[in-house]
């Protein structure tokens, strides 16, 4: 299989808790995007990286939010002292350099905090 | 900055019926157009996309024209499926970057 993987699927924590997320892109996309939707709207943009560098962060991702991509492969990225805002799907990509071929997303973690 | 409007749903049709779903957009440069489709439990998938001014996007029996002058990108389709059923984002990007979503259309389609 040559999509993005995201793992786990699924995570219900405790108010407090850390958690982390990975995402494996396709192997040859040099990009790779994270972005969290919430029920009923659209995906809203988080950060990207171009190979290992984070080139982008958006004001949503508070202190608490911390993203990597170590050799430029896989990311993970980790939300500590979870809130229950926090809950959202969080959402992965991955996408060749050039603009206009648009992304390929994975399906997905979807966090619970309660 | 960057945003994009869609039109409310969610959106029932019976099958064969004609579908459009509206989407008008706000971007200071020249950005590309994109629909993306959301099947329950999946990640989105790119369904088509335009990269410029009357550029029409096809897929599937979707189609959707770039047009400037209205700054819209609409969605269409001459007979839906029931397979069909789905949610449908409107999307723009303009440095390549980033993309901005519309909030998601639910199309349910009945036999």
């Known amino acids: 299989d040559t999509g993005v993987s995201q793992n786990p699927r699924h995570k219900i924590t405790k108010r407090g808790q850390n958690v982390t997320f990975r995402c494996d892109p396709i192997s040859e996309h040099n990009r790779l995007y994270w972005y969290r939707q919430t029920l009923g709207q659209g995906p809203e943009f988080l950060t990207y990286f171009q190979n290992e560098a984070q080139l982008e962060k958006s004001r949503l991702l508070s202190d608490r939010f911390s993203a990597e991509r170590p050799k430029g492969s896989f990311s993970t990225l980790e939300i500590q002292r979870t809130e229950q805002g926090d809950s959202a799907m969080y959402l992965c990509?991955?996408?060749?350099?050039?603009?206009?071929?648009?992304?390929?997303f994975g399906s997905g973690t979807r966090l619970t905090v309660v | 900055g960057d945003s994009v409007t869609q039109m409310e749903g969610p959106v029932t049709l019976s099958e064969e019926a004609f579908l459009t779903i509206n989407c008008t957009y706000t971007a200071t440069g020249y950005p590309s157009l994109f629909w993306y489709v959301q099947y329950p439990g999946e990640g989105l998938q790119l369904l088509l996309k335009a990269t410029k001014a009357d550029d029409k996007g096809s897929n599937k029996g979707f189609e959707a024209t770039y047009r400037k002058e209205t700054t819209s990108f609409h969605l269409e389709k001459g007979s839906v499926q029931v397979s069909d059923s789905a949610v449908y984002f409107c999307?723009?990007?303009?440095?390549?970057?980033?993309?901005?979503f519309g909030t998601g259309t639910s199309l349910t389609v009945i036999p």
């Open positions: 990509a991955s996408s060749p350099s050039a603009l206009g071929y648009g992304y390929t």
């Open positions: 999307a723009l990007s303009d440095t390549g970057n980033q993309f901005y």
